[in-house]
């Protein structure tokens, strides 16, 4: 390698080295690591479960990552020191360079000794040895350690931050559960109480394995939270919509009773207005009218009581039947209004015919007088002949264009 070249390594190498250890320094400095390490005058937290298996790795990679990091600084640093002894553009030696380059870029870093077990020795094995690792490599290495360190600590950090706001969230969500199953009369007072003791459980864990406290809660209490919430959502949303049923039922009720008093009117008076009955419907009786509203009400009490599944099926069947007998009386009252609305059709007809007559000079006309005066009697008297007041109707229209 060149001059240039090594300057340019070392330079390299350097700003690793600072990023590397600022990094550390973080790392390091943070409260939730310093708890968990028991350094910088915090006491040691005692951990178990979880988070206790989480975190030993977690601290022996920080342990390795100084030590490694003292390894790689004190390579740099000899490095350096030779690349001073190098003085251009004179005295520069080819074996200096050399050298420098050998310790950046090759297995110069000699790790921990280890000691070989006598049992895995042969004949020829030495007794402990030594494994040499290029910064390069060493710093890969270090990278690994430092994100299972950093990964473990900033997870445990997390949860110690948000479990106990999110404890006291779901404690609360829980006892609005309570209130909302109490206000549809469903009992689930057990289960929920079985959830808030295990919410007050995991709230004596947190500090200890905040790690085992998360996966608890996320496995089994908010699944269960979250389906006892949809279930009685459902249920309220389920009363709600009954609840508009009824609301529906009784203006369909209050239709009909409507209806069957405009067709029993109807019916008594085309009965005593006309004298063709043929067409008049007799409208359902009001037995039936009443025996559907008792139904009604007996739902409404059932409801009351709790029920909701049998009452939503009662009440569509109710629905059905009320519309049934609204179509029943409305035929019934359109036929018995029909004699009386032609009654009345007659005499508008009959009086728009006078009307016309006198305009085209032929209101003295004893023929038109005469159909005039009897179709008159008619309409105007009880009960009427429909169809012979209509007759004379259509007599008068013809006599008045025969005469123009």
Known sequence: MTLEEIDK????????????????????????????AGVSDFPKVQLTGVTQARLHPALEAMNDLFGYFDLLVLAVDKATQLR????????????KLQEIAQILTKPSIQLAVVQTPLAERGLLSAAETTHAIAPQELLVRMKKAFNV??????????????????????????????????????????E?????????????????????VTADFTREIQPQIARVK????????????????FARANQLQSQLVELHRQATAAFAESTLKVVDHSMLQTPISREEIQALASWLSRLETKFAEG???????????????????????????????APLETRSELRGRLEALKAKALARGLAENATLTKLAIHA?????????????????VSQYERTMNYEL
Not at 21 to 36: A, F, S, W
Not at 84 to 94: A, D, H, M, N, R
Not at 201 to 212: C, H, K, T, V, Y
Not at 309 to 324: C, I, M, R, S
């Open 307 to 337: 029920l909701v599944n049998p009452v939503q099926v009662g009440l569509e069947n109710w629905t059905a039947k009320v519309k049934e007998y609204i179509g029943v009386v409305e035929k019934a009252y359109a036929a018995n209004k």
């Open 149 to 190: 360190a950093k990964e473990a600590v900033l997870a445990i950090d997390e949860a110690w931050s948000r479990l106990q706001p999110m404890l006291g969230r779901e404690a609360e969500e829980i006892q609005n559960l309570q209130k909302l199953a109490d206000s549809l009369g469903v009992d689930i007072s057990q």
């Open 84 to 95: 001073t002894s190098v003085i251009p553009p004179f005295l520069v030696s080819q074996q």
């Open 192 to 212: 929920l109480s079985g959830l808030s003791q295990k919410i007050a459980s995991l709230r004596d864990s947190i500090e200890s394995d905040p790690l085992g």
């Open 9 to 36: 390594l070392l330079a390299d190498w350097k700003k690793k080295i600072d990023l590397v250890g600022q990094n550390l320094i973080d790392l390091h400095g943070l409260p939730t690591y310093q708890r968990l």
């Open 376 to 392: 008159q009697q008619l309409l105007y008297s009880r009960p009427t002949p429909l169809n012979q007041a209509a007759e004379l």
């Open 230 to 245: 949809m279930s009685l959502q459902q249920m309220a949303k389920q009363q709600q919509l009954l609840r508009e049923s």
